[in-house]
């Protein structure tokens, strides 16, 4: 049954608080269908109380009065307990398509745990006066989210939500005072009972800080003062306005004060130092704190700043459920406000850290409904499809075989025995096939590193042409690539699929076909189906060669041109080299052949499970492709490089090309080698297709 409202819940130190919205007959209007303010029966932040106990007292008795069943359910984590970050992308043109890596790698940076310990989500903010991108990274630890979905779990309620509160609190007062680009600068400080929560909303864009001075160090202010027991203490807090002694109370408190005001102008200037125009006008106090005499008025002195406190909310319809006591409770239930919209689509910072079993369980439990009801409809056709067949082969059965049929197997079974003496399958070993293959042109290998020799050369020389965005030379030592490893597999004619590459190779696509252990994409256009029909090199026998590549050159280092610079070099030299005339060898070049990038700045490379950072899937991108281009690159054509290797040498001159093509880019083992895992990694899978001369043509034909 669809939901018919939305409940926001949050469990803070010192209470339940919890809103039930419906949409409105107004178009994007809610109206209050509920509230609950529920006390806890001793407050977290108490010395003496035991937090999962009384937690499960309040959660347990807000479950039995409130009905959570029908509608969707969102819940808070609190802002002490999250990570909140806001880098800013490069001011570069990023595709659509690229900023959730980009933006994963932030997240791996910025959050000070493992990226798979975490639940979390992120939105971009953009101003249109700026070419910057400002991403909102929001996470919390997958055990504080469990420990909150094990609290609502243990009444039989499964939340749609997880949201952070100080996300919440902006959500509520983005669609309350409806922000937006032209909304004046505005500090929201929202003071719980343990911290405090800022938010600056200005000029489209948000950023939250959390620090550690709440409702708590006012009253422990006054138990260290008048030497009370905490509860009593909170009471005078709660009444110092009304007590005879007042004046004593606020001058304990005045301390506090000054720390909260100091926090608030140290986020402030922290904030300005990341945005030279920023212009913050006004500060809006939540929480019970801000009902404390005089607090407002030391702040708007102390900030120079307009300072407010909430009393209602604007855009919410309260009939029905006591305008008056809402309303004087509104100081309290942003964050529950907050939560309810987002539980009906009216949210601004869509974040939500609902882990994601969590979620497809609710999609199929939402599901187990049609579910049923389709399988009844498929039992009931499927009773009139088979019914009259069934009847028919009964009916066959009964009538009995005709002796002809068992008379014709026997005759068949004894040809067959007869015949088993004089015939056999014919079984060819296809490796002993391709070995024999491979050993009827004992130059090919040569001539195939001769290439690759080539192809590092040319590389080398292209990389030191490069210049930055100035014009000026890259600082940078040593050939433009080391060759880590180098494998390869021979097809035979008529063969489709090269063997998976060994273990330790970083993985691999077949070069028809699915997907290997971890590397680039194979041919789009061939499959395991008709590879046979489509490729036009599949009666020829080919090398598949796998390179795993390193590099310490500038621009392999940065993950926004790291692609472009494998293009610049070694996909420049396959453009223009991947067929020549009187060779009788060529390099498939296809746009899809795969290039991929496995950049693991630290670790080794090569060393088994090496990919992009913190495990994001490897980016194929094909030679050749347009890309961005690199500072100082011309991108005019390349002309060809000769091939340095002869033919026919044998096997001696084979291994003087490979001690060339060593030192040209010499191997490198992790644990031998200081460099190993200092740069950027590539790995490049190629296909030589090894091709009969054609008439009238020989070899060293130019």
Do not use: C
């Not at 910025?110 to 700026?130: A, L």
């Not at 964050?335 to 850290?353: D, P, V």
């Not at 396959?574 to 795969?594: F, K, M, S």
């Amino acid at each position: 049954m669809a939901a018919s409202g939305s409940w926001g819940i949050e469990v803070g130190a010192y209470a339940l608080k919890a809103v039930r919205l419906e949409r409105s007959e107004e178009e994007g209007g809610v109206r209050v269908a509920e509230y609950v303010v529920l006390p806890h029966p001793r407050p977290l932040s108490d010395p003496d109380a035991v937090s999962d106990d009384v937690l499960r007292v309040t959660v347990g008795a807000f479950a039995n009065q409130a009905d959570l069943t029908r509608d969707r359910v969102a819940i808070s984590v609190p802002g002490h307990e999250s990570f909140v970050r806001f880098p800013k992308l490069p001011p570069v043109e990023v595709p659509a398509s690229k900023i959730p890596g980009i933006v994963r790698f932030e997240a791996q940076q910025q959050i000070p745990f493992p990226i798979d310990e975490v639940e979390w989500d992120y939105q971009t903010f953009r101003n249109e006066s700026t070419p910057e991108i400002e991403v909102g990274i929001f996470a919390v630890t997958k055990a504080r989210v469990q420990r909150q979905l094990d609290l609502w779990a243990d009444v039989g309620v499964r939340p749609s939500v997880v949201n952070l509160s100080p996300v919440a609190v902006y959500n509520a007062l983005a669609y309350d005072l409806q922000f937006t680009e032209q909304t004046p600068g505005t500090i929201i400080v929202d003071v719980g009972t343990t911290a405090t929560d800022l938010i600056i909303a200005e000029a489209g864009r948000v950023w939250v800080r959390t620090f550690q001075i709440g409702g708590h160090q006012f009253t422990d202010a006054l138990v260290n003062a008048f030497k009370l027991s905490y509860s009593k203490a909170e009471k005078l807090k709660r009444e110092a306005e009304q007590s005879r002694h007042a004046r004593h109370a606020f001058q304990a408190m005045r301390p506090v004060f000054t720390e909260l005001a100091q926090e608030i102008q140290r986020s402030i200037g922290y904030y300005k130092s990341l945005h030279k125009d920023a212009n913050l006008t006004r500060l809006i106090g939540l929480g019970s704190t801000f009902q404390l005499p005089g607090l407002r008025k030391y702040l708007k002195q102390q900030l120079q700043l307009d300072v407010y406190r909430i009393e209602r909310f604007k855009r919410v319809s309260v009939e029905g459920v006591g305008s008056g006591e809402f309303e004087a409770a509104s100081v309290n239930l942003s964050t529950a406000y907050g939560l309810a919209l987002q539980g009906l689509g009216y949210e601004t910072i869509r974040a939500n850290l609902m882990p994601i079993a969590e979620i497809k369980k609710a999609v199929w439990k939402g599901k187990v409904g049609w579910f049923a009801a389709a399988a009844g409809v498929a039992v009931a056709a499927s009773g009139a499809m088979f019914i009259r067949p069934i009847m028919d082969q009964m009916a066959v059965d009964a009538a009995g075989r005709p002796p002809v049929i068992d008379t014709t197997l026997r005759e068949f079974q004894r040809l067959q025995t007869e015949a088993s003496g004089a015939t056999g399958e014919l079984r060819i070993d296809p490796t002993a096939a391709n070995a024999v293959a491979l050993a009827q042109d004992s130059g090919t290998f040569e001539r195939v590193l001769g290439k690759l020799g080539d192809m590092l050369s040319f590389a080398d020389a292209r990389a030191a042409t490069i210049t930055d965005a100035d014009g000026g030379r890259l600082e940078f030592r040593g050939p433009a690539f080391e060759l880590v490893s180098l494998e390869s597999d021979f097809l035979g004619p008529g063969v489709i699929d090269a063997p998976v590459a060994a273990a330790g190779g970083g993985g691999r696509d077949d070069f028809y076909g699915g997907r290997g252990g971890g590397g680039g994409g194979g041919f789009d256009d061939f499959d395991q189906g008709d590879a046979g029909e489509d490729d036009p090199t599949i009666d020829l026998p080919r090398l598949v060669l796998t390179l795993r590549l390193q590099t310490e050159h500038p621009l392999a280092q940065s993950e926004f041109t790291q692609e472009d610079f494998l293009e610049a070099t070694v996909g420049a030299w396959l453009a223009a080299n991947a067929q020549r005339a009187g060779e009788p060898l060529y390099i498939v070049h296809d746009p899809d052949t795969p290039m991929s990038v496995l950049w693991t700045p630290g670790a080794a490379a090569g060393a088994p499970g090496a990919g992009a950072p913190g495990g994001a899937p490897d980016r194929d991108r094909g030679p050749g492709r347009g890309g961005r281009g690199l500072p100082g690159e011309d991108r005019g054509p390349t002309p060809p490089v000769g091939v340095g290797s002869g033919a026919g040498e044998g096997d001696e001159r084979a291994a003087a090309t490979l001690t060339q093509l060593q030192n040209l880019a010499p191997i490198v083992r992790p644990e031998g080698s200081a460099r190993a895992g200092a740069g950027a990694s590539y790995e490049i899978t190629l296909t030589v297709v090894l091709r009969p001369l054609e008439t009238g043509e020989s070899e060293g034909d130019e």
